[in-house]
């Protein structure tokens, strides 16, 4: 019967934070993705805006509307330049997850190896421990020189 690997318990704790490093990636991946959806909804509605604004001087605009629509730009500037700072700040979170999840995984593979190793060597083991029972049974088994008496 093989050996239990002895070190089957940290190949599991290994294994299980390769998963929560994982879940954690993929949090982070869809933070940065919303985070990039909004910035590009803002840039969406400042170019909207500049669009109308435009349409509007080509018409003829009272001053007082051209300074809100660009009181109103200066707004959507002011959030595209958070935004902004927010999805750079999510794609370095996102890129430290990146590298856990990556050494978590490397850390579980070499768990997996080290695992199949341990299986070879049982397996071997298993194969010489046969092979001496059936020699000491094939030993016990074979008749001796046969004798003859003559009477």
Do not use: C, N
Not at 1 to 20: G, I, K, N, S
Not at 32 to 52: F, M, V
Not at 86 to 108: D, I, N, S, T, Y
């Amino acid at each position: 019967m093989p050996r239990r690997f002895p070190l089957e318990t940290v190949r599991q704790l290994a294994q299980r934070r390769t998963e929560d490093a994982a879940a954690e990636l993929q949090g982070h991946a869809t933070r940065l993705r919303i985070a990039q959806d909004k910035l590009r909804q803002l840039q969406g509605y400042r170019d909207e805006y500049r669009s109308a604004k435009a349409g509007a001087m080509v018409q003829g605009v009272a001053m007082a509307r051209l300074r809100e629509f660009e009181a109103f730009l200066a707004r959507i500037e002011e959030a595209i330049a958070a935004q902004t700072l927010e999805v750079q700040r999510a794609e370095v979170v996102w890129e430290a997850a990146r590298v856990h999840w990556a050494e978590q995984h490397k850390r579980e593979k070499a768990m997996d190896t080290l695992a199949e190793r341990h299986t070879a060597q049982e397996l071997q083991r298993e194969i010489r421990q046969d092979r001496k029972t059936q020699d000491e049974f094939s030993a016990r088994v074979k008749p001796g020189p046969m004798k003859i008496r003559l009477k």
